[in-house]
T-cell receptor
Framework: EPEVTQTPSHQVTQMGQEVILRCVPISNHLYFYWYRQILGQKVEFLVSFYNNEISEKSEIFDDQFSVERPDGSNFTLKIRSTKLEDSAMYFC????????????FGPGTRLTVL | GEDVEQSLFLSVREGDSSVINCTYTDSSSTYLYWYKQEPGAGLQLLTYIFSNMDMKQDQRLTVLLNKKDKHLSLRIADTQTGDSAIYFCAESTAGGSYIPTFGRGTSLIVHP
C-alpha cells in the first residue's frame, strides 16, 4: 500500500541553524501539506502546495519557512534560522483532492532545537 | 478562528465500548473527521461524516454528530488492545479548502 515517508525521523539542531525536512508523498497525489505539533498541543496547519506553488499558508508559516518540490518526488520544508520554539513534530501529508480531501500523513520528523 | 477540543486521555477495559468526544466551534463545518495515530506512525483517516448527517456506522465504529451542540463522538464497540492509539478529531470547511483543523488528540489506553 502506498504511503508517505519522511526523513529523518529525528533531527537535533542548534538554534540559528537551517534545517531541511524531507517528505516523499504518494506518487499520484497532487496536493501536499506540512503540519506541526508542539508537544502537548494541537496539530497545526503550516502550508499547502499545489501545482508547484503555495496554495494556502497559516500565520505560523512566516519568512523563516519555505517549501519546495525540487524533483517531482520529494517535498521539503526548510526552516532558515531555527528557534527554540520550532521544536515540534512535523508531519507531511498528501492528498488526491476531492470533496472530503482525505489526507495521508507521514510518520513525522521530530525536530529538537537546542 | 475555528477551534476543536477533545479530552486528552481515555482508559477502558478490553471488550468494553469506548466513547471519545469532541466539540468544535465552526458552525459552517462541512466535514468532520476522526484520525488515528498509532505509535511511530502518521495520522490515518479512520472515518469522516458529512455535516448533513447525524450518524455514520462502519463495523465497530459509530460516529454521532450533534450539529446544534457542535459535538462529535466516536464510539468503538468491543475495544481491543490494538485500538490503543491517539485519536484526533478534526473539522474542515469548503471555505478552508477542506484543510482540517485538528484537536490535541485523545490517547486511548486499552487494558486487559
Amino acid at each position: 500500500e502506498p504511503e508517505v515517508t519522511q526523513t529523518p525521523s529525528h533531527q537535533v539542531t542548534q538554534m540559528g541553524q537551517e534545517v531541511i525536512l524531507r517528505c516523499v508523498p504518494i506518487s499520484n497525489h497532487l496536493y501536499f501539506y506540512w503540519y506541526r505539533q508542539i508537544l502537548g498541543q494541537k496539530v497545526e496547519f503550516l502550508v499547502s502546495f499545489y501545482n508547484n506553488e503555495i496554495s494556502e499558508k497559516s500565520e505560523i508559516f512566516d519568512d523563516q519557512f519555505s517549501v519546495e518540490r525540487p524533483d517531482g518526488s520529494n517535498f521539503t520544508l526548510k526552516i532558515r534560522s531555527t528557534k527554540l520554539e520550532d521544536s515540534a513534530m512535523y508531519f507531511c501529508a498528501s492528498s488526491a483532492g476531492g470533496s472530503y480531501n482525505e489526507q495521508f500523513f507521514g510518520p513525522g520528523t521530530r525536530l529538537t532545537v537546542l | 478562528g475555528e477551534d476543536v477540543e477533545q479530552s486528552l486521555f481515555l482508559s477502558v477495559r478490553e471488550g468494553d465500548s469506548s466513547v471519545i468526544n469532541c466539540t468544535y466551534t465552526d458552525s459552517s463545518s462541512t466535514y468532520l473527521y476522526w484520525y488515528k495515530q498509532e505509535p511511530g506512525a502518521g495520522l490515518q483517516l479512520l472515518t469522516y461524516i458529512f455535516s448533513n448527517m447525524d450518524m455514520k456506522q462502519d463495523q465497530r465504529l459509530t460516529v454521532l454528530l450533534n450539529k446544534k451542540d457542535k459535538h462529535l463522538s466516536l464510539r468503538i464497540a468491543d475495544t481491543q488492545t490494538g485500538d490503543s492509539a491517539i485519536y484526533f478529531c478534526a473539522e474542515s470547511t469548503a471555505g478552508g479548502s477542506y484543510i482540517p483543523t485538528f484537536g490535541r488528540g485523545t490517547s486511548l489506553i486499552v487494558h486487559p
